[in-house]
């Protein structure tokens, strides 16, 4: 597909779970782990806070071209 990157897809997305909420990696289908933590049971704006970090640094980070 002509233009397409794969870095332009949302990557994180956040999820209620029964102790607040959790960042899923959208490309594993697992929580995303930050810093060596599962990013499980964060308060709400914790978890929407990180997750729009999360989403602006995978979009920047440098295109890999495969040769």
């Given amino acids: 597909m002509a233009g397409y990157d794969a870095r332009m897809i949302v990557r994180f997305d956040i999820r209620p779970d029964p102790n607040g909420w ?6 594993t289908g697992r929580p995303a782990i930050i810093e060596g933590m599962v990013s499980e049971g964060l308060p709400f704006d914790d978890a929407d806070d990180l997750v729009d970090l999360l989403n602006t640094l995978h979009m920047l980070q440098p295109k890999v071209t495969l040769h």
């Fill in 22 to 27: 959790t960042i899923y990696d959208r490309a």
